[in-house]
């Protein structure tokens, strides 16, 4: 059985939501970088950004972080576009993924931004699930939800269509 969790308009007014979020917490950054976990997490990123330029002038860079979400520790996880540790020098990062479930995927993506000093890491998600089993956060979060560790949340951000669906 599927239960919608968020529909639509919910998930744009999130979005516009975390958006602010951002900026409040960067209003005094020149520059920001939001990277995006490939796959609904990079969506997310590319719909914050939009917002993000909509209502302020950050210089903003946004890129994908690629890597394998199963096996994280075997593969490499990159950049596209890749940075060099000089780009990332003192500057505010932002790191999106659609939903915070045992907190690997994040923990794991915040590794190539650790190669430098940067001014502040911060973490934003549309869904925060309560598995943890890193001690991972989300700065910003669309919601929080409760569910089974066998229930399944599914995000769909296809351009007209979003939703998060419990399964």
């Known amino acids: 059985m ?3 969790i968020l529909a639509h308009k919910q998930i744009t007014h999130i979005i516009k939501r975390i958006a602010y979020q951002v900026y409040e917490d960067n209003i005094s950054e020149q520059e920001l ?8 997490g990079f969506i997310l ?3 914050i950004t939009e917002q993000l ?7 903003i860079q ?10 994280p520790i075997e593969k490499d996880i990159v950049l596209n576009p890749e940075l060099n540790s ?13 939903v915070l479930n045992s907190g690997s995927t994040l923990l794991f993506s915040l590794k190539p931004f650790l190669k430098q000093p940067m001014r502040q890491i911060k973490t934003a998600v549309l869904v925060n699930r309560n598995h943890k089993k890193y001690p991972v956060k989300a700065d910003f979060k669309g919601i929080s939800l409760s569910t089974s560790s066998h229930e399944i949340v599914r995000v769909s951000l296809d351009r007209d269509s979003f939703q998060v669906v419990l399964e």
């Open 2 to 4: 599927k239960d919608i």
């Open 86 to 98: 000089r780009d990332l020098n003192q500057k505010s990062v932002v790191v999106i993924d659609d």
């Open 45 to 47: 990123a590319q719909l």
């Open 62 to 71: 946004l890129l994908a972080i690629e890597m394998d979400k199963k096996n």
């Open 33 to 40: 970088i939001v990277a995006g976990v490939r796959g609904e």
């Open 53 to 59: 330029q909509e209502i302020s002038d950050l210089k």
